[in-house]
């Protein structure tokens, strides 16, 4: 069973740094993706910022946070990790985890509806 919880999340100033992480807890780890998505405030839907496949640790990232986000993996605590860098106030959401529960996978996706389990979600607000 997957078990994932969101830490990191808080206050930022724009242009500022936060890294939030994502820690398994449950006793199953046997996935082979995990992504982040946000809500933000009003909005229905989430909006993936970032995925990993685990095969090769290989990233995508949609255009709005390209180069200012950085997934990364910890393989030994279950963890993984994305670092926001330059927040912008419209970076403002609810951060939530997610793992595609599918054994090995190629190519991560940033489709939503591909993952299988989810974390409770983590707030980052960016605001001066």
């Known amino acids: 069973q997957v078990q994932l919880v969101e830490s990191g999340g808080g206050l930022v100033q724009p242009g500022g740094s936060l890294t939030l992480a994502c820690t398994d807890t449950?006793?199953?780890?046997?996935?082979?993706?995990a992504a982040w998505f946000r809500q933000a405030p009003g909005r229905k839907e989430r909006e993936a910022v970032s995925c990993m496949q685990f095969i090769d640790s290989g990233t995508f990232y949609p255009d709005s946070v390209k180069g200012r986000f950085t997934m990364s993996r910890d393989s030994a605590k279950k963890t993984v990790y994305l670092q926001m860098s330059n927040l912008k106030p419209e970076d403002t959401a609810v951060y939530y985890c997610?793992?595609?529960?599918?054994?090995?996978?190629?190519?991560?996706?940033?489709?939503?509806?591909?993952?299988?389990?989810w974390g409770q979600g983590t707030q980052v607000t960016v605001s001066s």
């Open positions: 997610a793992t595609d529960n599918s054994p090995v996978v190629h190519s991560c996706s940033l489709r939503r509806g591909i993952y299988d389990d």
């Open positions: 449950g006793s199953t780890s046997n996935y082979g993706a």
